[in-house]
T-cell receptor
Framework: GAVVSQHPSRVICKSGTSVKIECRSLDFQATTMFWYRQFPKQSLMLMAT?????????EQGVEKDKFLINHASLTLSTLTVTSAHPEDSSFYICSARDPGQGMGEQYFGPGTRLTVT | GQQVMQIPQYQHVQEGEDFTTYCNSSTTLSNIQWYKQRPGGHPVFLIQLVKSGEVKKQKRLTFQFGEAKKNSSLHITATQTTDVGTYFCAGPMGNQGGKLIFGQGTELSVKP
């Protein structure tokens, strides 16, 4: 089945610093990847859609200058949280669709737990 | 805006009891997907339903898609401790290139 990896799994950073999270599709090529944010005991909130070779599209209310997304290749998307603050602490999860199988389901990475101190 | 609502938010059952979670969309959906997220884990795809009135089974799990394609349910027969986790339904977000809108999820706990 389709496998998506995410790195790092956990990161602690100081307020004001930037953090980069990588999302990779390991056994398929993904022209589109999705970035979600999840608070404890809550649902997944779509932040943005990462498109290979073009700009990411952001959901309403998500600051594009704060959450920088780069889809550098067909297997890699990165999310950079710039000038992080404690309120950015959350669980960030990426997902991708495998165009070669299935009917549009998404395969999720293991997530990155970000703590900003 | 488009909404996907899921009830109940929490369900605590004794092992062996049945469990059902319900999903309702404010709009007609082309398909509905179900995911399971174990505690501390990430969502894992379970199934997709496409046809009106469709029913699919996976061992003890039964998934239904309503006739109007606006609601769905997941029923687990004779729960086991391995069923613990949060179950999410998700539907396509408009016609927007594969984006999904998720329900709030139902957290299932099973007492042995």
């Amino acid at each position: 089945g389709a496998v998506v990896s995410q790195h790092p799994s956990r990161v602690i950073c100081k307020s004001g610093t930037s953090v980069k999270i990588e999302c990779r599709s390991l056994d398929f090529q993904a022209t589109t990847m999705f970035w979600y944010r999840q608070f404890p005991k809550q649902s997944l909130m779509l932040m943005a859609t990462s498109n290979e070779g073009s700009k990411a599209t952001y959901e309403q209310g998500v600051e594009k200058d704060k959450f920088l997304i780069n889809h550098a290749s067909l297997t890699l998307s990165t999310l950079t949280v710039t000038s992080a603050h404690p309120e950015d602490s959350s669980f960030y999860i990426c997902s991708a669709r495998d165009p070669g199988q299935g009917m549009g389901e998404q395969y999720f990475g293991p997530g990155t737990r970000l703590t900003v101190t | 805006g488009q909404q996907v609502m899921q009830i109940p938010q929490y369900q605590h059952v004794q092992e062996g009891e049945d469990f059902t979670t319900y999903c309702n969309s404010s709009t007609t959906l082309s398909n509905i997907q179900w995911y399971k997220q174990r505690p501390g884990g990430h969502p894992v795809f379970l199934i997709q339903l496409v046809k009106s009135g469709e029913v699919k089974k996976q061992k003890r799990l039964t998934f239904q898609f309503g006739e109007a394609k606006k609601n769905s349910s997941l029923h687990i027969t004779a729960t086991q401790t391995t069923d613990v986790g949060t179950y999410f339904c998700a539907g396509p977000m408009g016609n927007q290139g594969g984006k999904l809108i998720f329900g709030q999820g139902t957290e299932l706990s099973v007492k042995p």
